[in-house]
């Protein structure tokens, strides 16, 4: 199915007012329904080598595997859609590309990527991410922040060394404990949840969460949620005007109408709740 036409996407990466260069990469195919967003770094300009292999090889991996896809079908191992195995495929094989460059090319020595990774299908969407860029959900005017942060200052979060409030002022608060492409081998979280007409979901990298509250994105989306383009400018601007001291990247998603494949339990099952 193409969901050209059922989901609405904006999406706009910028340098921001520090750095002099971005290393930031955005993908989005809105004809499958897949989204990527990936904030690289590295030594020199190899952080932006290691987030634009994120985004292609992500891409023309899934491309490809959806092709072989039966919709509405799930792994019974696992549990998880085929269309989630796919993207976690494709994570792994972004993963063994970046490091593979960086062990050959010394330019590129210790580059790595944080990565999220959303794909829409049969009204709902998987989410992967490595690292600290995130996904947001708008719904009914609640901004939910659907990704946890592989971050140092988070880990404190959930021990109980800091409060959410302290951990956004904390000095080693840009510190990951996760990223693509490091290391052989990579760790991500991958979830599955249910896409709902009129949901607004937003992936940024931290150069944007980094300068707005949370209730300061929110009050943007909710303000533009009709013209996706504007709501991205006026986000990076806005992330730009409190000092924009990394590169800021947004992509936006917004449901506009239902995308159920024509068969499947997960179909039945929503149906059956509306």
Same mark, same amino acid.
């Given at each position: 199915m193409n969901l050209r036409d059922r989901i609405s996407v904006a999406g706009l990466t910028d340098t921001g007012q520090v750095r002099d260069h971005n290393e930031d990469c $955005? /993908?989005?195919r809105e004809d499958i329904g897949l989204l990527v967003l990936a904030d690289g770094m590295g030594g020199l300009k190899a952080g932006e080598v290691a987030s634009a292999l994120a985004v292609e090889v992500i891409t023309s991996e899934v491309e490809a595997a959806l092709k072989g896809i039966a919709p509405g079908r799930h792994d019974e191992s696992s549990g998880? #859609? =085929?269309? !989630? =195995?796919?993207?976690?495929r494709a994570i792994l094989k972004a993963n063994e590309s970046i490091y593979g460059a960086a062990q050959t090319q010394p330019q590129c020595a210790g580059m790595g990527t944080t990565l999220v990774v959303v794909l829409f299908y049969d &009204?709902? *969407?998987?989410? #992967?991410?490595?690292g600290d860029s995130r996904l947001y959900r708008l719904r009914e005017n609640d901004l939910e922040q659907i990704t946890l942060d592989h971050s140092l200052v988070q880990e *404190?979060? @959930?021990? /109980?060394f800091y409060t959410a409030e302290e951990a956004r002022h904390a000095t080693n608060? &840009? $510190?990951v404990t996760r990223a693509l492409g490091i290391g052989p081998e990579v760790n991500f979280d991958m979830q599955e949840e249910v896409a709902l007409i009129g949901d607004v979901f937003l992936l940024c !990298? @931290? /150069? *944007?969460?980094d300068m707005l509250e949370d209730r300061e994105i929110r009050d943007i989306v $909710?303000?533009? !949620?009709?013209d996706l383009k504007t709501a991205a400018a006026r986000l990076v601007a806005a992330a730009n005007e409190r000092g924009g001291r990394d590169n800021i990247s947004v992509i936006l998603a917004r449901v506009d109408r239902s995308f159920p494949v024509k068969t499947g339990w997960? %179909? %039945?099952l929503v149906n059956w709740f509306d």
């Open positions: $955005i /993908g989005q998880y #859609a =085929l269309e !989630s =195995l796919a993207v976690g &009204n709902r *969407l998987t989410v #992967a991410h490595v *404190l979060v @959930d021990r /109980g608060k &840009n $510190i !990298s @931290d /150069g *944007l969460n $909710i303000e533009c !949620s009709g997960f %179909r %039945r």
